[in-house]
């Protein structure tokens, strides 16, 4: 059982570019999730999606897009990269039908802005 | 949305406890985590608190207070493997979660 797979591992990529991040999970699980993680700051939602079809904003949407087409997938893409966008990514799943269900995350994705 | 408190640093010594404190401000709580992440890892699930009280997990224990919006989580017989960030998350009732900055636990031989 792989649980979430990220790919790249890491990128170095010139502001202006476009640039897709891959998260998939093996565990039916109907939420997704992705994240930023930026020193000093924790983690920071970008968006989410509680079911295939659906998605929503988090705390910090702006220059990032996403779509759900199924459960497994879930890619987050950046239209045109700029430096601030400079962070560690990390895709996460869950349940959201139990009160005790938490998140799984995966092995996160180092993308850096020139 | 949320807003989460919790120290950025805690040093102890192996063996001993540790107590990470963190205070939130929330509408809709439906829950509170805590999670450990390892340098250059990502975060794993530690524990889970919905209710008033204590939950204990072996060497981890983790309260929660509603009324004060508060929690901690509790490190006891502290190992050289425990050097690590600890991050508070809050849920809300969408089952979204916030997470504080972070607080790293180095502990020291």
């Known amino acids: 059982i792989a649980g979430i797979t990220q790919a790249p591992t890491s990128q170095i990529l010139a502001a202006g570019r476009r640039m897709t991040l891959r998260c998939t999970q093996d565990m039916r699980h109907n939420a997704m999730y992705w994240y930023r993680q930026d020193l000093g700051l924790g983690l920071r939602l970008i968006h989410y999606s509680n079911t295939a079809g659906t998605t929503g904003k988090g705390e910090v949407p702006d220059g990032y897009s996403v779509s759900r087409a199924n459960t497994d997938d879930f890619p987050l893409t950046l239209a045109s990269a700029v430096p601030s966008q400079t962070s560690v990514y990390f895709c996460?799943?869950?349940?959201?039908?139990?009160?005790?269900?938490?998140?799984?995350f995966g092995p996160g994705t180092r993308l850096t802005v020139l | 949305g949320q807003n989460i408190d919790q120290p950025t640093e805690m040093t102890a010594t192996e063996g001993a406890i540790v107590q990470i404190n963190c205070t939130y401000q929330?509408?809709?709580?439906?829950?509170l985590f805590w999670y450990q992440q390892h340098a250059g890892e990502a975060p794993t699930f530690l524990s889970y608190?919905?209710?008033?009280g204590l939950e204990e997990k072996g060497r981890f224990s983790s309260f929660l207070s509603r009324s004060k919006g508060y929690s901690y989580l509790l490190l006891k017989e502290l190992q050289m493997k425990d050097s690590a960030s600890y991050l508070c998350a809050v849920r809300d009732s969408d089952y979204k979660l916030s997470f504080g900055a972070g607080t790293t636990v180095t502990v020291r031989a």
């Open positions: 608190n919905v209710l008033d």
């Open positions: 996460a799943s869950s349940w959201t039908s139990g009160s005790s269900d938490t998140q799984y």
């Open positions: 929330t509408s809709g709580f439906n829950g």
